[in-house]
């Protein structure tokens, strides 16, 4: 599935959408009460991360590879709307339960910890 965007009249290359990506923030609307907020935020090498809302206030994510594949799904996708951090966002954002211990990775299961080596510790 390609989207021809158009910026200030001049016509742009067709970009092409990442099918598995597509499908996934379909699949994320769809359990989520059925609308989403999308942040749209550069991460530098790794291409440009889509933060998703959902209506019910649960945070979901995709990578896509630049900032015009990540425009160009959310203007794909039926009741996504492009949007920033702001208070009606940050408000009613919600991680899912365990998300904390993922994001946390390897020192969610400690129970010790390291001495601090800046000299305070």
Not at 97 to 106: I, L, S, T
């Amino acid at each position: 599935m390609t989207v021809d965007t158009q910026d200030s009249g001049a016509s742009a290359p067709a970009v092409s959408l990442p099918p598995r990506t597509l499908a996934a923030v379909k699949k994320f609307v769809a359990e989520h009460g059925g609308s989403a907020s999308a942040v749209i935020q550069p991460v530098g090498l790794d291409g440009v991360r889509i933060t998703l809302v959902g209506a019910d206030g649960v945070l979901g994510d995709q990578v896509v590879d630049d900032l015009a594949t990540a425009n160009a799904v959310v203007a794909a996708v039926d009741n996504v709307t492009a949007a920033e951090w702001e208070r009606s966002i940050t408000s009613i954002a919600t991680p899912r339960v365990g998300h904390w211990r993922k994001m946390a990775g390897w020192v969610a299961n400690q129970t010790r910890f390291p001495k601090a080596r800046n000299g305070l510790g």
